[in-house]
């Protein structure tokens, strides 16, 4: 296809910009055709068809892309002519000067004073036959039948009989019209539906009415071993969860049951949405992720029919894991909030998670991630509900090590210690991590578009990513001391003071 012109280019531009202007899509669609262009036109021809069915020019200039003939207008009946020569005779000037034969042609120097006037005709009738063969030339027939070239614009007819009374009037016969179902038909893989209406199934399942508004996510295939370190979370996920799962004969013999909630915090960045799809992976259930913007709704009561929404679907898709991320927004002190909205949000969570068809949650898995879990409704936190709590850490050595090496795999690497990387790097977490890797892969590109020669990342990159990244945690872990230090009722946050002795941040 050649280049288009910069008319057509101007006008695409402008039928962007206002797709619903049928007379200017159509005026492109003409400049296409005429540019030799009949599939761009036809697709533009069928656009401004969807606009205006009804259109005369659209339908005009469709059928003539399509490539369908004109309809030809219908011919009157033909006067009958006066009485010629003999049969046998030929068409030569003999005939009077200025005597019009309707529907001939003067071709030729013995049929130079033939005036052509009337209407086309599609045949050449000679003695009562249609003419066929060679054109009239410029030598005079004699003895012979004289023949015309027959054309459906421009025909010559010679007198056939003696008798005006026996001249037969011929007429064209009629065309069909443009096949409007067969062009859309062509058409129909370059336009799409303007609308799709999914059928019913014999049943009546398949109604959108009774979809589910929330997508649960088959069972992924990251597993708890693709989580660097972190091997006392494992540890404590495996007790809770895993090892009933995996086991239901140890199960149904200590009376464990499938059901229950896990809550995990800690600093962010540290991986714990993370940790919850491994779980999931790990369990081959769906995982189900719930955020605010899932369960929030500005309309009263909006928001309690999400959350069982959400519990029900999770029910359907047993064995499922319901991950409800920051939970100290959907779980809130509600002696804290304000609006009774909130208030109500809350206590449909709590009913939810264990109220009086508590066993309808069985094989429903609630894992729940938050950075402040002191923000968290205490009810909450009860036996029964998420009755077990896990703090996730920054990733010690060994998953430090892991996560350098994940996000350096894919990257030019040379002569890289990890060891001497890893020590670098205490104290930051995950996220921080990966922008260490994003901030020495950086590097080395503008030197490399400065010198114009490709060199690889080294370790003087990682140290200098190193040295110049601030780990994140350290905010948290200075609003979470003063809570494990004056607010660890019933010893809530052990682990948390464990781990700022260790790192003697108490």
């Known amino acids: 296809m050649s280049e288009d012109s910069p008319l057509i280019r101007s006008l695409r531009t402008a039928v962007e910009a206002a797709p619903a202007d049928v007379p200017l899509r159509l005026h492109l669609a003409e400049l296409m055709l005429d540019a030799g262009q009949p599939d761009a036109a036809v697709a ?19 059928a003539r892309a399509m490539g369908a003939p004109a309809l030809a207008p219908e011919a009157p009946p033909q006067q009958p002519l006066p009485p010629g020569p003999a049969a046998g005779s030929a068409v030569t000037g ?3 000067p200025g005597s019009a034969v309707p529907g001939s042609a003067a071709a030729g120097a013995g049929v130079s004073d033939l005036a ?20 009239v030339t410029d030598s005079v027939a004699t003895g012979s039948t004289a023949t015309a070239p027959t054309s ?3 025909a010559t007819t010679a007198p056939t009989d003696p008798d005006p009374a026996t001249t037969t009037p011929t007429t064209p016969d009629p065309r069909p019209g443009f096949d409007w179902r067969a062009a859309a038909d062509q058409v129909g893989d370059v336009i799409p539906p303007r609308f799709v209406e999914a059928p019913l199934a014999v049943d009546g399942s398949g109604d959108p009415g009774d979809a589910s508004a929330w997508d649960v996510d088959t069972p992924g295939t990251i597993r708890l071993a693709d989580v660097g370190g972190m091997q006392e979370v494992k540890e404590r996920l495996e007790a809770a969860f895993l090892a009933p799962m995996r086991n239901p004969e140890l199960r149904k013999l200590y009376g464990k049951s499938l059901r229950g909630g896990l809550l995990l915090y800690g600093p962010p960045g540290c991986g714990k949405t993370f940790i919850a799809r491994a779980i999931a992976g790990e369990l081959g259930a769906g995982f189900l992720s719930v955020s605010v913007n899932d369960v929030l709704d500005m309309w009263i009561g909006n928001s309690e029919r999400n959350m069982h929404e959400i519990f029900q679907t999770a029910r359907r898709q047993a064995p499922c894991v319901v991950f409800l991320d920051e939970l100290d927004a959907l779980g809130a002190k509600r002696s804290r909030t304000q609006h009774s909205g909130m208030r109500n949000t809350v206590n449909q969570l709590l009913t939810e998670l264990d109220g009086i068809d508590s066993a309808a949650n069985e094989g429903v898995f609630v894992l729940a ?13 009860r036996p029964g509900r998420l009755d077990r709590t896990l703090l996730v850490l920054p990733p010690d050595a060994p998953a430090r090590e892991s996560i350098l090496r994940y996000h350096l795999q894919e990257r030019p690497v040379e002569n890289i210690d990890l060891g001497k ?12 991590l990966a922008h260490l890797c994003e901030a020495a892969a950086e590097s080395a590109l503008l030197d490399s578009a400065r010198t114009g020669t490709i060199r690889m990342i080294g370790m003087r990159d990682l140290l200098n990513a190193a040295k110049q990244t601030v780990p994140s945690t350290e ?25 700022l002795k260790k790192k003697r941040k108490l």
Do not use: C
Request: charge should be negative; aromatic fraction near 6%; avoid cysteine.
């Open 44 to 62: 533009e021809v069928a656009v401004a068809l969807q606009h205006a069915p009804g259109d005369g020019q659209a339908r005009a200039l469709m």
């Open 94 to 96: 003999a005939a009077a």
């Open 116 to 135: 052509v006037t009337g209407p086309a005709a599609p045949e050449l009738m000679v003695h009562g036959s249609p003419a066929t063969g060679p054109a």
């Open 152 to 154: 459906p614009d421009l």
């Open 369 to 381: 991630a938050t950075n402040a879990p002191w923000d968290v409704d205490i009810a909450l936190r």
């Open 421 to 432: 990387l890893v020590k670098a790097t205490d104290g930051l977490s995950g996220a921080d």
């Open 475 to 499: 905010p948290w872990f200075a609003s979470a001391r003063n809570v494990a230090m004056y607010a660890n009722d019933g010893g809530a946050y052990d682990d948390l003071i464990t781990y």
